[in-house]
Nanobody, 114 residues
């Protein structure tokens, strides 16, 4: 069965960095566009970043452009999100998602606070 396991979340001070990982299994990872979403309690999930199958093309929400970088390693079936210059408003649960499918990870909490 499809499994998506996020890791790398935690508590970080404003201006700090975190790197999220999403280990994928149960499907052919290299054939799917992959997404990172985030959700603040009481709000809808927001698409943060997306990356095509080969990694040649990426897209970002305006709120994270220039600070976050999505990448993937198809040899390791792993998706990444490098988050730099973190702000308190980046605090959320971050989820990886297989594009155009109902498959989501369990989420990892990112808290940006001094």
């Amino acid at each position: 069965q499809v499994q998506l396991v996020e890791s790398g979340g935690g508590l970080v001070q404003p201006g700090g960095s975190l790197r999220l990982s999403c280990a994928a299994s149960g499907f052919t990872f290299s054939t799917y566009t992959m997404n990172w979403y985030r959700q603040i309690p009481g709000k809808e999930r927001e698409l943060v970043a997306a990356i095509t199958r080969t990694g040649r093309s990426t897209n970002y929400a305006d709120s994270v452009k220039g600070r976050f970088a999505i990448s993937r390693d198809n040899t390791k079936n792993t998706l990444y999100l490098q988050m730099n210059s973190l702000k308190p408003e980046d605090t959320a649960v971050y989820y990886c998602h297989v594009d155009r499918t109902p498959y989501w990870g369990q989420g990892t909490q990112v808290t940006v606070s001094s």
